[in-house]
């Protein structure tokens, strides 16, 4: 175990997986917050997470990143590190932009910038999990996917308590907007892409990974068109069907399920935490701060748990917590903003997130044949996102309609039909990664 963890292919995935952390809260939760203090609608903030749908949508070019050559740099780079490349450079370049826009005079021009940040920050994210998939071995994809969320939540740490931090301590007065302390911010999360994009360059390239070799006899640009469409789209999809036949749709439905508790409530958290009178280094520190040490605490445990007792065990445990630390939300809306209480509700939410979150990762990487590693683990991260966060771009209508806690009640009731498709996955599916 403790051999493993000092494998340098395990420090390097935990930098990668920074990288992919970093920029989901800026285009999702931290913006939320700051279009909500800029005075943007709550029904508005919900509608433009649907930005956050782009990484719910991935599996639509995952083939171009699985097989695709970039011109001039897959050829002194590799495949892998000239996508990772590509897509860290955009993504800083995003930030710094959003940074620079001030959403009470440019608010189409923020969210079309966040919507470039989220392209390519989901471009990032499967080429990071095909990377993590092809260049270990089966019984080290346990430790790579807890270090993988460590290195994520140590992100999300900066991107959320850290940006709020840092724009609470630029902030003239909070009484009033003012854009200076985000453009600030959003600066400063724009360098820090660069350890991600220094380990890209380091980092060595798989070996597994092939081209797709179009035969000479396949001539005309039709027929190669064809053949490419065969072998990187549809070879992916059909093996996947053929491995699990009819129960591929119940490992769709759990895939596509179960995050969906704690992705609705995501959407609107920061900005409840706003309406119910918590300020933002407050929001920083305890919400965003100690919730994220939380989150890498359960990260750990969960892919020590998942090395040590398999994945099903693991997988049915984060369902439970999921629907149930939901609950927590609705006494916070009861005892009003007491940020002892704050402190309890996060850390057993976060808890629990980080737990389930490193037994689900493990859990795809279970799912995926190493052929078709990028396209399949994106199919997998797609059906994830997909239904929740469509469902989350409503959560502004529904606390306008309905208030906070019947809105934390429906989001608790959404996760308890997961816990059946754990079960019934766990009976009649066979996932071996990692070995007991």
């Not at 919400?287 to 994220?292: D, L, N, T």
């Amino acid at each position: 175990m403790l051999h493993a963890c000092a494998d340098p292919r395990v420090f390097r995935i935990g930098l990668l997986g920074f990288s992919s952390g970093l920029p989901l809260l800026l285009v999702f939760g931290t913006l939320s917050f700051w279009l909500r203090e800029a005075g943007i609608d709550r029904t508005t903030i919900g509608l433009i997470s649907w930005v956050a749908l782009t990484y719910a949508l991935k599996v639509c070019w995952s083939p171009l990143v699985d097989q695709l050559q970039l011109p001039g740099l897959s050829r002194r780079l590799g495949r892998r590190r000239s996508w990772l490349l590509l897509s860290q450079s955009a993504i800083l370049l995003g930030l710094l932009g959003m940074g620079l826009t001030d959403p009470t005079q440019h608010l189409g021009l923020l969210v079309g910038l966040a919507l470039w940040v989220a392209l390519f920050s989901a471009t990032q994210d499967l080429v990071i999990d095909a990377y993590r998939i092809e260049i270990a071995e089966p019984e080290l994809q346990g430790i790579l996917a807890g270090i993988y969320t460590i290195g994520y939540r140590l992100a999300m740490l900066l991107a959320s308590g850290g940006a709020l931090g840092i724009a609470a301590w630029f902030d003239p007065d909070e009484a009033g907007y003012h854009h200076l302390p985000w453009a600030i911010t959003y600066a400063c999360m724009a360098a820090a892409m660069l350890p991600g994009l220094l380990t890209s360059w380091w980092a060595p390239e798989p070996t597994i990974t092939r081209p797709v070799n179009v035969p000479v006899a396949v001539q005309s640009r039709l027929h190669r068109l064809h053949f490419w469409l065969v072998a990187a789209v549809w070879r992916p999809f059909a093996d996947f069907i053929r491995r699990y036949g009819g129960l591929a749709v119940l490992v769709l439905a759990l895939i596509a399920s179960y995050r969906i508790s704690d992705i609705v409530l995501g959407v609107i958290a920061n900005v409840f935490y706003h309406d119910i009178g918590f300020s933002k280094a407050e929001i920083a520190w305890v919400a965003k701060g100690f919730g994220v040490y939380m989150t890498i605490l359960g990260g750990l445990l969960g892919g020590i748990a998942v090395y040590r007792l398999g994945v099903m065990p693991m997988l049915l445990l984060g369902a439970i917590l999921a629907a149930a630390t939901n609950l927590l939300f609705l006494l916070l809306t009861q005892i009003g903003p007491d940020v002892w209480w704050l402190v309890a509700v996060v850390g057993m939410d976060n808890l629990s997130a980080g737990l389930a979150s490193a037994a689900f990762i493990a859990y795809l990487s279970a799912l995926t044949n190493i052929a078709y590693s990028a396209t399949q683990y994106a199919l997998f991260s797609s059906l994830m996102l997909l239904l929740p966060k469509f469902l989350g771009g409503f959560s502004g209508m529904i606390v306008d309609q309905s208030g906070y806690p019947e809105f934390f009640i429906f989001t608790t009731g959404l996760g308890l039909p997961v816990i059946g498709l754990v079960l019934l996955a766990w009976r009649y599916t066979r996932v071996t990664l990692p070995p007991r």
